[in-house]
C-alpha cells in the first residue's frame, strides 16, 4: 500500500511557476513509478509527466515538454513537479500516482492515487 499527498497548488498568473509535491507513505517507494495527471473540469483526466523508480527515465506530455520537469527524491519519498511559464490551460486539479505497470502515461498504469492539489492559472 502506498498512501499519497500531493501539496503546492495555488493561484499564479500566466507566465508564473508553482512546484507541486507529492509525499508517499511506505517504505517501497523507491520501486514505484511515478506520474503526475491533471484533470480539468469537464474533461478526463490526463497525463503530465512520469518518473521511472530511479529518476533516469522521465517522461512528458507535449503540451507541457519544456515547461514542466518532474523529479523524485526516495530518500524523501517524495516526488516533485517544477511547474515553469505556466498557461491558463494548465489549470486543473493535478494528482499524483504511484504504480508498477509498463503503462507509464495511462490512468490504467498506476495503482494508488493522492487526493489532488488545485492549480489555477490566470490571464
Known amino acids: 500500500q502506498v498512501q499519497l499527498v500531493e501539496s503546492g497548488g495555488g493561484l499564479v498568473q500566466a507566465g508564473g511557476s508553482l512546484r507541486l509535491s507529492c509525499a508517499a507513505s511506505?517504505?517501497?517507494?523507491?520501486?514505484?513509478?511515478m506520474g503526475w495527471f491533471r484533470q480539468a473540469p469537464g474533461k478526463e483526466r490526463e497525463f503530465v509527466a512520469t518518473?521511472?523508480?530511479?529518476?533516469?527515465?522521465?517522461a512528458y506530455a507535449d503540451s507541457v515538454k519544456g515547461r514542466f520537469t518532474i523529479s523524485r527524491d526516495n530518500a524523501k519519498n517524495t516526488v516533485y513537479l517544477q511547474m515553469n511559464s505556466l498557461k491558463p490551460e494548465d489549470t486543473a486539479v493535478y494528482y499524483c500516482?504511484?504504480?508498477?505497470?509498463?503503462?507509464?502515461?495511462?490512468?490504467?498504469?498506476?495503482?494508488?492515487w493522492g487526493q489532488g492539489t488545485q492549480v489555477t492559472v490566470s490571464s
Open positions: 518518473i521511472s523508480w530511479s529518476g533516469g527515465s522521465t
Open positions: 511506505g517504505r517501497t517507494f523507491s520501486s514505484y513509478t
Open positions: 500516482a504511484a504504480g508498477l505497470s509498463v503503462v507509464v502515461t495511462a490512468t490504467r498504469g498506476y495503482a494508488y
